[in-house]
Structures are given as structure tokens and as C-alpha cells.
């Protein structure tokens, strides 16, 4: 005679989902299995996409739309989703938006103070470069690394805006003081 033995996990809603033994899931399957949730518990908090939909996304068989991945980044908490959408999924993110790595705040900084450096020690390079309008074939070396310096300070710059809104989602920032803040920066006729 042959047992099989089952396992409920319980928690305060009931079950706990399955958790898929595949490898190489994406951004939204990773994040819906980190939030505990199952895929109808995912479409209820997400509220317009259905289960089958979400199944599709996160199995790579369909493309998501970029509304349901605003939803998702938003009910998730989670922005970096829009980043990974852009750089990875969206014609033209994939040739001009930089895949975002979150990093903590000292990692940030840290980086982007010595690319600032790097920048102002090539400074008057740079200048003597452009002077002319013409980048000729002894400065295309000297031009091109301080353009990928700069590239670099650009991706630091995204990648604290992404921590911010991380923490701003998690309400590790005081969203009210932030937005006022950052409202007070902008100038009149700005959104």
C-alpha cells in the first residue's frame, strides 16, 4: 500500500502558493513569488490583469503591455520593473535605456563622485576637443572615453532616481515632504 503525504503551508489568507522550481525567472514571476502572492491573488491586487495574463508575462509568452507594467511596478512596489521593461522589452528602451542595477545609497554615491572626477580631470580635454566642432582622428580616443564617463554619470543618476522611488514606495522616504520639495524646485510652468 502506497502513501502520499501532503504539506500545507498556512498562513492568515490561507495557502501558501506553490513556488516554481524554475530557473531563470523574470523581474515579474521573481517579484510575485517574493511578495508571497499567487497568480489570482496577483490579479486581484494588480485589478485589471487576469491570471492567465499574468501566467503569459511571466512565462515570456507574451510581450506585456506598458500599462500593465506600470500597474505592476506600482501595486508591487516595485520600480525597477519599468526600468527592466524599457531596457529590455521596448524597441527603442532596448537601444537607449540602461538596464538599472539597484544598488544602496553609498554604492551611488560612491559612484557617482568619482566619475564627477574623472569628468573634471578631463575637463579642459574635453573643452579643447569641442573647440573647433570637429572631433578628428587624434582626439576620437580622448572623446570617446569622456563620453563613456559621462555615460556613467548618466546611469548613476538613473540608478538613484530608482532608489529613490524605491524608497518612496517602501515609505522609507516621507512622501509629502518629498514631493513638496521637489515641487518647489520645479519652475513655473513646469510639470
Known amino acids: 500500500m502506497r502513501f502520499s503525504v501532503i504539506i500545507f503551508l498556512y498562513r492568515e489568507d490561507g495557502?501558501?502558493?506553490?513556488?516554481?522550481?524554475?530557473?531563470?525567472?523574470?523581474?515579474?514571476?521573481?517579484?510575485?513569488?517574493?511578495?508571497?502572492?499567487?497568480?489570482?491573488?496577483?490579479?486581484?491586487?494588480?485589478?485589471?490583469?487576469?491570471?492567465?495574463r499574468i501566467e503569459k508575462i511571466e512565462n515570456?509568452?507574451?510581450?506585456?503591455h506598458p500599462d500593465e507594467i506600470m500597474i505592476m511596478a506600482d501595486k508591487y512596489k516595485s520600480p525597477e520593473l519599468c526600468n527592466y521593461y524599457c531596457a529590455n522589452q521596448c524597441?527603442?528602451?532596448?537601444r537607449y535605456v540602461p538596464e538599472i542595477k539597484m544598488q544602496d545609497?553609498?554604492?551611488?554615491?560612491?559612484?557617482t563622485v568619482d566619475s564627477l572626477n574623472t569628468v573634471?580631470?578631463?575637463?579642459?580635454?574635453?573643452?579643447?576637443?569641442?573647440a573647433d566642432g570637429v572631433i578628428d582622428d587624434a582626439e576620437i580616443d580622448d572623446f570617446v572615453d569622456i563620453q563613456n564617463e559621462l555615460e556613467k554619470i548618466s546611469i548613476a543618476?538613473?540608478?538613484?532616481?530608482?532608489?529613490?522611488?524605491?524608497?518612496?514606495?517602501?515609505?522609507?522616504?516621507?512622501?509629502?515632504?518629498?514631493?513638496?520639495?521637489?515641487?518647489?524646485?520645479?519652475?513655473?510652468?513646469?510639470?
Open 60 to 64: 515570456e509568452r507574451v510581450s506585456p
Open 157 to 191: 543618476v538613473e540608478t538613484l532616481q530608482l532608489w529613490s522611488e524605491q524608497m518612496l514606495a517602501n515609505g522609507a522616504i516621507n512622501v509629502e515632504k518629498y514631493e513638496a520639495r521637489r515641487n518647489m524646485k520645479k519652475k513655473p510652468g513646469q510639470e
Open 15 to 52: 495557502f501558501m502558493p506553490k513556488v516554481s522550481t524554475r530557473e531563470n525567472k523574470n523581474p515579474y514571476f521573481r517579484r510575485r513569488e517574493e511578495l508571497k502572492l499567487t497568480r489570482d491573488q496577483a490579479s486581484e491586487l494588480l485589478e485589471s490583469i487576469p491570471p492567465e
Open 105 to 111: 545609497l553609498s554604492q551611488i554615491v560612491l559612484n
Open 120 to 130: 573634471q580631470d578631463q575637463q579642459r580635454r574635453f573643452i579643447n576637443i569641442a
Open 91 to 94: 524597441p527603442i528602451g532596448e
